[in-house]
């Protein structure tokens, strides 16, 4: 027996069904549960299990009241008085209360918790308990429809200790507490996670018992749904789709995450501040090669999906092209001798570095990796394990290139990776340009001037070139035809799960 | 390729064996494979058109003046009658929504090109309503207004329409730059001017007017006929279970009776079986002309849970003999009216390249999905 059909025979024994047990995969599990710190949409879909916010998605995608009960904006839209659900507690027990919203919102702001969600509530100036049930949010400016912004997660403030400033490392993340339709019961020693529906939820649960499964090799995840190991994939491998849609047993679901692949260069890091290093490198890589293991897809110019209302389908993707690339190397002052490229007398050397929870990047990584160095580069791979990519990427900038996928809300908000100052702007990217452009969009109240400000930010991002876009790939969930009701949220996913029954 | 090959290689006599019991003996499908010299002389009157039509190539299919042609305009017809319903939702929807949000702009033209698309929708209250409020006048309007009335009637050619929707309708000067307009009643004029085909001289020869169609009963009886005919239940309300289940026993019913249509074509009846993959097109086509008809019926939910069950996942974003132009239609419309604009663009964007004429209403969507997320906070992550 090969070492891959062992592996897949130990997962198929492992966690065996029970007949209201929704076992879906993961890449990988989640590496921290708490909404202040999640990065990750795994993190985001275990976030939905156990959480809720003061307003939600509706089926519709309108935005409906959750732990709200009623609200009222002042005539000036610079206040928002809030009155909760009286019928809302923990699942430990204790009742939700105004001290809880206000303290989620300091945790995020409070610059001691380094929250990655702070970008969600910096529209609020100020939030105070009015009394038990009621809260009052200040706004920095007149808000429109503020409760469309209020759907970040709430935290129970009795179960932190230390103040607004939240760690990370806060026993929180191994015993979370919410609101939500289900609760967390343990995590298991396979890096698998349970949970149970949560007896004091106040609506319909339809499924019992979920269980999270980390199934890391993707080639996997199918072949264990179709040996109904599994009842759900998240996000089916594009090659992968012939086999699942032929299946009677299994039903595919399209759904949009707005994700696009790409490869980031380090601005702070020289060579890589320089543009026309990183225009060299991009013109060296032929995208629809690295593109071709991985499935269909399309290959973009710029921050956005060819859907997207701001994408500019003016601007062409960037094409493999030597003489260009020499162009630009040349340029900044690098030559090509003995096949290598060089500048003063040292060769163009360069690391780049992966998430290991990211599907198939090890395919693309190590075909980029072999597609620079037949360029002539020295090309290192490495493949960073969560805590790893949060430290060195998130947190220090550590890198020369990182190999990575942004998938966005039906917002498609840009302005956290490419505004000088925003939270996930990595690779340190700064045109002031742009920045009054992410401006003028973000304070836009006609719908033509945004999408005119948010082409010209592709078009200008793309001539920067911080990143070399690459693809976009269509979003499936796979679910087995047990599993009833199904819709599926475009981003959290399970947002409207508790709705789903189990045949 | 491989369907022209099949086309040339499928002459000859053939061994009509006894047709399996069932609802779907009838169709064309079990026509072509039981009589494959019925489909090979068909399709030999007008060789490109039929092989346009059956790879879902409506334009090129309409080309040719023959039956094919007269297939594809039908079929074209349908098309922008759905897009016609999106786009009248999405004008109205972008009204609603100004409206609630606040700062509507009434120096524009914008309220009478709502009430255009609200009177085209069948909605003269709010067409009134629209045209009650003051708004910027502009010949321009009054000119392409009366242009559609001509080429509804007949009156006019539609090229001159085409030819004038690869531009905006009307630009306005606002402080920011341009505010475009793309034309709100496009797409049911061009539906009416193709489905002005459906004449007398419509074929009526139920291989010419079934093949590569949707129909299931070669007597064109309505679809919930045809499949009360296979033992399928129709769903009356917009219940995306029941309907999910549906197409589920349609795939049952279609299985069986693959199997048993093989274990007895001759063998030029199984090459077109196989190599033009007749029962997922039979199948891809019924279920999407099922998903029009739920729309009809103001089930959204069910139309958009079967048009899913329906495309081609193997090529979601392409046009294929599996995957029909109205399909992306029909998605659009049913992810807009169940409030998922952004995805509706999803299925627009496949039809822009090959239609042009849809740039505007893919234009005009996506202004509603931005007027519709202005005043949210976005959220990202990484994988």
Redo the contacts between chains.
């Keep these: 027996m090969s070492r891959s059909w062992l592996l897949l025979s130990l997962a198929l024994l492992a966690l065996p069904a029970t007949a209201a047990n929704l076992r879906y995969a993961e ?1 990988q599990a989640p590496a921290i549960v708490n909404p202040l710190f ?7 879909r275990v976030n939905e299990l156990l959480f809720e916010g003061l307003y939600t998605d ?5 935005t409906t009241p959750a732990l709200a009960s009623t609200a009222e904006l002042s005539p000036d839209k610079t206040e928002m008085t809030i009155r909760l659900r009286d019928d809302v507690t923990w699942q430990d027990g204790k009742p939700l209360c105004a001290a809880d919203v206000v303290f989620t919102i300091q945790a995020m702001q409070d610059k001691g918790t380094a929250s990655t969600e702070a ?2 509530v910096s ?1 609020i100036k100020a939030a105070t308990e009015v009394d038990a049930t009621t809260v009052k949010l200040k706004f920095a400016r007149p ?4 409760e ?2 209020l ?1 970040f997660k709430i935290l129970p403030a009795h179960a932190f200790t230390t103040g607004t400033a939240v760690k990370r490392s806060d026993a929180f993340r191994n015993k979370p507490v919410g609101t939500g339709p289900w609760k967390l019961v343990k995590y298991n020693e396979d890096n698998s996670i349970s949970f149970s529906r949560n007896p004091d939820y106040r609506g319909s649960v339809g499924i019992p018992d979920v269980t999270m499964r980390e199934v890391s090799d993707k080639n996997y995840q199918a072949k264990l749904l179709l040996y109904e190991s599994l009842e759900g994939l998240v996000r089916v491998l594009p090659r992968d ?2 086999l ?2 032929n299946n ?1 047993k299994v ?6 995450t ?1 994700s696009w692949w790409y490869v980031g260069f380090n601005l702070a890091r020289a060579p890589y501040d320089d543009a026309n290093v990183r225009k060299g490198l991009s013109a060296l890589v032929n995208v629809e090669g690295l593109l071709a293991p991985v499935g ?1 897809g ?1 290959i973009l110019s710029g921050p956005f999906v ?5 994408y500019n389908h003016e601007v062409v993707p960037t094409a493999e092209d030597s003489s260009a690339a020499e162009r630009y190397l040349g340029a900044a002052g690098y030559t090509k001798v003995g096949g290598a490229w060089t500048k003063g007398g040292k060769p163009l050397s360069l690391k780049v570095a992966a ?1 290991q ?3 198939s990047a090890q395919e693309v990584a190590i075909n980029l990796q072999s597609q620079l160095q037949n360029a002539g580069l020295t090309v290192n791979v490495e493949f960073l394990d969560d805590a790893a990519w949060k430290s060195r990427v998130w947190k220090d900038h550590d890198f020369d290139l990182i190999l ?14 490419f505004y000088s100052a925003g939270a ?1 702007n990595f690779t340190s990217y700064k045109n002031v340009e742009v920045d009054k452009l992410l401006d ?1 969009a973000r304070d ?10 948010l082409r010209d930010v592709h078009r200008r991002v793309h001539e920067d070139a911080p990143m070399l876009f690459l693809w976009t790939l ?1 979003s ?1 969930a796979a679910l087995s ?1 047990k599993v ?2 199904v ?1 599926v949220h ?2 959290y996913f399970f947002t409207f799960a508790p709705g789903w029954q189990m045949k | 390729m491989l369907l022209l090959f099949s086309l040339l290689a499928c002459g000859g006599a053939a061994d009509v064996a006894t047709p399996v019991p069932s609802g779907l003996d009838e169709t064309w499908v079990a026509t072509v494979v039981r009589a494959p010299e019925r489909f090979d002389a068909l399709v030999g009157t007008d060789r490109a058109g039929w092989i346009a039509l059956h790879k879902n190539d409506w334009t090129t299919a309409s080309y040719g003046g023959g039956v094919a042609s007269q297939r594809a305009a039908a079929e074209l017809a349908v098309l922008h009658g759905v897009l016609a319903g999106v786009s009248n939702d999405a004008w109205r929807a972008i009204g609603t929504t100004w409206e609630q949000r606040g700062n509507f702009p009434m120096d524009s033209a914008l309220p009478r090109l709502i009430a255009l698309a609200s009177r085209d929708a069948g909605d003269e209250t709010a067409a009134t309503r629209w045209e009650k409020l003051p708004g910027r006048a502009d010949p321009s309007l009054d000119e392409r207004i009366a242009l559609h009335a001509r080429v509804r009637k007949g009156d006019a050619d539609r090229g001159i329409l085409l030819a004038a929707s690869a531009q905006p309708m009307l630009e306005e000067v606002v402080s920011d730059g341009k505010r475009p307009f793309w034309d709100p009643m496009l797409h049911l004029t061009l539906s009416q001017s193709y489905g002005r085909v459906i004449t007398a001289a419509y074929p009526t020869d139920p291989l010419e007017r079934g093949l590569f169609s949707g129909m299931i009963d070669p007597a064109d009886g309505a679809p919930a006929a045809s499949r009360a005919k296979l033992g399928l239940t129709t769903p009356q309300s917009d219940d995306v279970e029941a309907c999910r289940e549906l197409v589920r026993g349609f795939d049952r019913a279609l299985d069986g009776w693959k199997t048993a249509l093989t274990a007895t074509a001759p063998e030029a009846g199984k090459v077109l079986l196989d190599d033009l993959r007749l029962v997922d097109g039979l199948r891809a086509r019924a279920i999407v002309d099922w998903s029009v008809e739920a729309l009809g019926e103001d089930r959204p939910r069910c139309a958009l849970a079967m048009a899913q069950m329906a495309l081609d996942h193997e090529h979601p974003r392409a046009i294929t003999p599996l995957n029909s132009p109205t399909l992306f239609a029909v998605l659009a419309q049913a992810n807009l009216r169940t409030g998922h604009t952004r995805e509706a663009l999803d299925a627009l964007e496949v039809l822009v390249a090959p239609f042009p004429e849809t740039t505007g209403l893919d234009e005009t969507v996506g202004d509603l999905a931005v007027l519709a997320g202005l005043d949210r906070a976005g959220d990202s992550r990484e994988n």
């Design positions: 890449d999640g990065s990750t949409m795994a993190e985001a509706n089926q519709d995608l309108a970008g969600r529209f808000e429109a429809r503020p469309d912004k759907l789709l012939a699942l849609q009677r039903e595919l679901y399209p759904y949009q707005n269909t399309d060819k859907s997207s209302p701001y998430h929870s990211l599907e990575s996928q942004w998938s966005f809300d039906r917002n498609e908000d840009i302005r956290d990776q996930r003028k836009a109240t006609d719908p033509y001037a945004r999408k005119v400000a269509d499936y035809v009833k009701n819709s475009p981003f």
